[in-house]
Nanobody
Framework: QVQLVESGGGLVQAGGSLRLSCTAS????????MGWYRQAPGKQRELVAT???????NYADSVKGRFTISRDGAKNTVSLQMNSLKPEDTAVYYC???????????WGQGTQVTVSS
């Protein structure tokens, strides 16, 4: 089992920045990928950014150049630095952890990010 706790959401004006953090606990040694997804009202949940254990990253086209994902193995955290935020970035952001050996993924409770125009 893996537990994920997110922090750092909030309200920001367009062009501003926010940093999200997610701390994992439990059977963390087995985690292969950690990352962030988001879900806006009336839309499906979508990938924002992920990072594999080896450091390989994957970003949604809509956030490339604006968002940066990072992982701290010692602290079991994954962070998302979000710059140049746009109103269309408004969504609930979810932390995700994936264990390939069991093909099970875990989700945090979500944190709201609201970008005002």
């Amino acid at each position: 089992q893996v537990q994920l706790v997110e922090s750092g959401g909030g309200l920001v004006q367009a062009g501003g920045s926010l940093r999200l953090s997610c701390t994992a606990s439990g059977i963390i040694f087995s985690i292969n990928h950690m990352g962030w997804y988001r879900q806006a009202p009336g839309k499906q949940r979508e990938l924002v950014a992920t990072m594999a254990t080896g450091g390989r990253t994957n970003y949604a086209d809509s956030v490339k150049g604006r968002f940066t994902i990072s992982r701290d193995g010692a602290k079991n955290t994954v962070s998302l630095q979000m710059n140049s935020l746009k109103p269309e970035d408004t969504a609930v952001y979810y932390c995700n952890a994936y264990i390939s050996i069991t093909k099970i993924e875990y989700w945090g409770q979500g944190t709201q990010v609201t970008v005002s125009s």
